[in-house]
């Protein structure tokens, strides 16, 4: 695997200890999406003067949900006290619009154009905005539960954007919890429009080279734990450099995320060149 270019060996001088979180919003310039607002998570490499540039990751958190950065930044935060306080620069948005509904992450006459927002609207906003690095290798999409599926679904059918995605204790495909009623009220009961949706479905017709892919959950997860197992072996067929990780002890819970993230930017560490390794 190729990774991304090192940033730094040496800490930059007046370095914080920890990153911070801040509110952003991101027009729904492309999509007309009514996202709430995300939030922003700055390592503390990226709070100097001079800071350099940064892995990016844009995370989706589940459903029902907020645009909730504090688990990532956890995560970041101890990532950074051993990288010199490097680690990627993350912004949390919305795939929900209402927090009570599932929008599946897709363009839908039923939900509007989420996946537009997501693909286009916050990628482009964080490319204009965030000093961020641009080879595809240090860019990840991730997400937990409903946002681990809209990573995958990001992941699977934009590669040449997304190098890299972790999906923590993520649905297999866009409302797996209610099928039934998605395939009636979203999908006309067009089963095999449905189905084109699915991430197993774009992978299994797309090549993959250059893609890492970890998937994590709860060990005790017994609704998610198939279907994740599943889809990390469809990523696997696909062509992606996959790992799949249980988190000992836990169900569909806080801790599976951070243990989950945790596991995956161990994973990640070499890919996004902040080693100084390279």
């Not at 620069?89 to 927002?117: F, N, R």
């Not at 299994?204 to 998937?215: E, R």
Request: aromatic share 6%; proline share 8%.
């Amino acid at each position: 695997r190729r990774a991304a270019r090192c940033v730094r060996t040496s800490p930059p001088p007046g370095l914080p200890t920890a990153g911070v979180i801040s509110s952003v919003h991101i027009p729904p310039t492309q999509s007309g999406f009514a996202a709430r607002d995300g939030q922003l998570y700055l390592p503390p490499a990226a709070l100097v003067a001079n800071p350099p540039a940064l892995p990016f990751v844009m995370m989706m958190m589940g459903q029902p949900g907020d645009p909730d950065a504090a688990p990532i930044a956890q995560v970041l935060d101890q990532f950074a006290a051993s990288h010199h306080g490097l680690a990627p620069i993350v912004v949390v948005a919305d795939q929900l619009g209402d927090p009570d509904i599932d929008s599946l992450c897709l363009d839908t006459t039923a939900h509007g154009k989420v996946e537009t927002y997501l693909q286009q609207d916050v990628v482009g906003w964080a490319r204009a905005k965030l000093h961020i690095l641009s080879d595809r290798a240090a860019w990840t999409v991730a997400g937990f539960s409903n946002g681990g599926e809209c990573a995958v679904s990001l992941a699977s059918k934009f590669p040449e954007v997304w190098g890299n995605v972790v999906s923590a204790s993520g649905t297999a495909y866009a409302g797996v919890e209610t099928e039934s009623s998605v395939l009636m009220d979203v999908f006309g009961g067009n089963q095999d429009l449905y189905d084109a949706t699915k991430p197993e479905t774009v992978m299994a017709a797309t090549s993959y080279p250059d893609t890492v892919a970890i998937f994590t959950v709860g060990a005790d997860d017994a609704f998610i734990g198939p279907g994740i197992k599943g889809l990390s072996d469809s990523a696997s067929a696909a062509g992606m450099h996959t790992s799949f990780f249980e988190i000992p002890g836990q169900g569909h819970t806080l801790e599976a995320l951070i243990g989950g993230l945790t596991k995956a930017f161990e994973q990640l560490d070499a890919r996004l060149g902040l080693t100084g390794q390279g």
